[in-house]
């Protein structure tokens, strides 16, 4: 299994745009199948669904966030990122990535250990 | 709201066997896509449990099963033990809407 590392900052101002990356370690980004997944939890709450995506481009997003996210990914640095825009409270959340193993319908097999962003001014 | 339904809580004594029920439509599980179960326990991410509506991934203990009928899943622990006691979630996928994945509102198990 791969291990994932979510980064970046923990705290952002609203109205301000959240970024993170997530680092794959053991094995490659671009392996054939694998999409790459953001979930984020608010304090508290159940598990929400962002985005994937595959190396290739290929992505995925809910709905409701569709209009603000974007996740690309860098196989140099065995890397793939999440941006947030026009953050505001309801945006404060434990971020995690994880891996499907079998296209964007599979289940979530590997997960970080996810990274807590709070928006405040 | 999530699409997928699930009650808030479920409890039962060590030794009892309780059931987790996901609901959802004919866009998502009564479409044919599969269910995923995932344990959450506190502080710590969620970890896959059930894949496929009824396989286990190696070293979840059989204690733990899970089926699906129509446009609902269930999960199914038997023999509870202390430790069980965590947050469960189902998952799918649902195709309206350009499609995405979904996850349930989540269920807390204690463990009386």
């Known amino acids: 299994q791969p291990q994932l590392q979510e980064s970046g900052p923990g705290l952002v101002k609203p109205s301000e745009t959240l970024s993170l990356t997530c680092t794959v370690s053991?094995?490659?980004?671009?392996?054939?199948?694998?999409?790459w997944a953001w979930i984020r939890q608010p304090p508290g709450k159940g598990l929400e669904y962002i985005g994937s995506?595959?190396?290739?481009?290929?992505?995925h997003f809910s709905p409701s966030l569709k209009s603000r996210v974007t996740i690309s990914v860098d196989t140099s640095k065995n890397q793939f990122s999440l941006n947030v825009t026009s953050v505001t409270a309801a945006d404060t959340a434990v971020y995690f990535c994880a891996r499907h193993d079998h296209g964007v319908q599979s289940p979530l097999m590997s997960w970080g250990q996810g990274t807590l962003v709070t928006v405040s001014a | 709201q999530s699409v997928l339904t699930q009650p808030p809580s479920v409890s039962g004594a060590p030794g009892q066997r309780v059931t987790i029920s996901c609901t959802g439509s004919s866009s998502n599980i009564g479409a044919g896509f599969d269910v995923h179960w995932y344990q959450q326990l506190p502080g710590r991410a969620p970890q896959l449990l059930i894949y496929?509506?009824?396989n286990r991934p190696s070293g979840v203990p059989d204690r733990f099963s899970g089926s699906k009928s129509g446009s609902s899943a269930s999960l199914a622990i038997t023999g509870l033990q202390a430790d069980d006691e965590a947050d469960f979630y189902c998952?799918?996928?649902?195709?309206?809407?350009?499609?995405?994945?979904?996850f349930g509102g989540g269920t807390r198990l204690t463990v009386l």
């Open positions: 995506i595959y190396f290739r481009g290929d992505t």
């Open positions: 053991g094995d490659s980004i671009s392996g054939s199948g694998y999409y």
């Open positions: 998952q799918s996928y649902d195709s309206s809407l350009s499609g995405s994945v979904l």
């Open positions: 496929g509506n009824s």
